[in-house]
C-alpha cells in the first residue's frame, strides 16, 4: 500500500497525466484504506466502517518490517533498531518534495515495539500467507513476492512465539 501511494503521489507530483486525472488520484489518496466488504457504520456511507491502520499498524512501518523480515531474515530486535532510526526522528534525513510535512511521521521505541509485536504475530502466527496448496518445504534465495506461486514459503504450522519473545527481551519499551 505504501509503495502505490508513493506511485501516485509521484504521478501527481509531476504531472504525468491530466489535472482532472491527478485530482482523482488525490481524491484516492485522501481516501481511508478499510476493508473490502465491510460495510459503512452510522448511516454514513463516506465513513469507512473500520481503520485498517489503527488496527494493524501504519503502513509505512508494517511495509517497513515486513521488508526487513522477509527480504533479510532480520531478527525483531534488528528491526525494531532499523525502525527506530529510520522513523524515529522526522527531520533527520531527506524526505521527497512531494510528502507534505504533515504525512511525515515519526514512531518513538514504544510505538515501533508494539506495531512491530502486531505484525509477528500476524505474520508468522494468523497470516493468510499460510493458506497454501503446496507442501511445507524450504525455499533457498532472498525475499521477494508473498505469493506461494512465486518466492513465499509460510510452513502452515509456524508459530510466532519465539519471534514474540526475541522482540519482548531484546527491545526495550
Known amino acids: 500500500k505504501t509503495l502505490i501511494q508513493h506511485l501516485i503521489r509521484w504521478s501527481i507530483a509531476t504531472a504525468q497525466f491530466t489535472p482532472a486525472a491527478s485530482t482523482i488520484l488525490q481524491s484516492i489518496l485522501d481516501t481511508e ?3 473490502e466488504l465491510v460495510p459503512a457504520t452510522g448511516g454514513s456511507q ?3 466502517a473500520q481503520s485498517t491502520q489503527a488496527k494493524i499498524g501504519p503502513y509505512e512501518l508494517q511495509d517497513f518490517h515486513l521488508y526487513y523480515v522477509s527480504r ?3 531478527r525483531p530486535s534488528k528491526v525494531a533498531f532499523l525502525s527506530r532510526h529510520a522513523w524515529g526522528d522526522r527531520t533527520r534525513g531527506r524526505w521527497p518534495d512531494f510528502i507534505a510535512p504533515a504525512a511525515r ?3 518513538d521505541l514504544a510505538a515501533i515495539k508494539h506495531w512491530l509485536n502486531v505484525f ?3 505474520f ?3 497470516s493468510q500467507f499460510k493458506r497454501s496448496a503446496l507442501p511445507n518445504g524450504p525455499k533457498v ?3 521477494g513476492s508473498l505469493s506461494p506461486r512465486g518466492d513465499w514459503r509460510a510452513p502452515s504450522d ?5 519471534w514474540l519473545e526475541e522482540l519482548r527481551t531484546k527491545v526495550p519499551d
Open 33 to 35: 484504506i478499510s476493508p
Open 46 to 48: 463516506d465513513a469507512p
Open 72 to 74: 533479510f531474515g532480520f
Open 105 to 107: 511521521n515519526e514512531y
Open 141 to 143: 534465495g532472498s525475499g
Open 120 to 122: 509477528l504475530y500476524r
Open 158 to 162: 509456524s508459530e510466532s512465539a519465539v
Open 124 to 126: 508468522f502466527q494468523i
